[in-house]
């Protein structure tokens, strides 16, 4: 079955600096990842995905994040946080097996001025 | 091209009462998804329905049933309401399935409270 894991559920990080948020997934075949960003009392809104091919991925607002299968991880980088990427953010994983889309739990960001 | 809508966008109940909630995909999508957010257990995904037919089902117990119309438009109903039914329920739209990667595209989400 597929699982993901988000380590920390809470990140400060300052303005300026860089954000690192972890996600590991667990799937029996090739997944699709996902990261989404949730801002206070709205839906979830997608960063970026990785399906196939290029293994970097480049999402919007300056967020990357970089496949690594022999580390079954998805980790989302931004290089320098801005105020408004304080906000909850959401690694998820798809696959053919388990026909759904499926959360990590989450991490909120806070970003000190 | 408008974005996901979801109706009402905020609900109160009481025990025992039955709710539907109402999602409207964004046009030429045909996969509608539900899911329940929670401070608890987070998101957890609900069902997803594609040209009318339940594709696949989460653990969740009966009293939460869903349906999808013609035009894509779905509804969800929980019967016997609890308390612990109290979250916010999201819809999320897509061109085909999850299990094909597809892009899911979120509502603004029904929070519901339970009294």
């Known amino acids: 079955a597929q699982s993901v894991t988000q380590l920390g559920s809470h990140v400060s990080v300052s303005e300026g600096a860089l954000v690192l948020l972890r996600c590991n997934y667990s799937?029996?075949?090739?997944?699709?990842l996902f990261w989404y960003v949730q801002y206070p009392n709205q839906g979830l809104q997608l960063l970026l995905k990785?399906?196939?091919?290029?293994?970097l991925v480049k999402g919007i607002n300056g967020f990357e994040a970089e496949f690594k299968k022999s580390e079954t991880s998805f980790h989302l980088t931004k290089p320098s946080a801005h105020m408004s990427d304080a906000a909850e953010y959401f690694c998820?994983?798809?696959?053919?097996?388990?026909?759904?889309?499926?959360f990590g739990g989450g991490t909120r960001v806070l970003v000190k001025p | 091209k408008a974005g996901v809508t979801q109706t009402p966008r905020y609900l109160i109940k009481t025990r025992g009462q039955q709710v539907t909630l109402s999602c409207s995909p964004i046009?030429?999508?045909?996969?509608v998804s539900w899911y329940q957010q929670t401070p608890g257990q987070g998101l957890q995904f609900l069902f997803e329905?594609?040209?009318?037919?339940?594709?696949n089902k989460g653990n969740f117990p009966g009293r939460f049933s869903g349906r999808q119309f013609s035009n894509s438009r779905s509804e969800m109903n929980v019967s016997t309401l609890e308390l612990g039914d109290s979250a916010l329920y999201l819809c999320?739209?897509?061109?085909?399935?999850?299990?094909?990667?597809?892009?899911?595209?979120f509502g603004p989400g029904t929070r519901l409270l339970v009294l």
């Open positions: 999320a739209s897509s061109l085909g399935l999850a299990g094909d990667g597809e892009t899911q595209y």
């Open positions: 799937s029996s075949v090739p997944p699709y």
């Open positions: 990785y399906t196939t091919g290029a293994t």
């Open positions: 998820a994983v798809s696959d053919a097996a388990g026909n759904k889309l499926t």
């Open positions: 046009s030429g999508h045909r996969s």
């Open positions: 329905y594609f040209s009318e037919t339940q594709r």
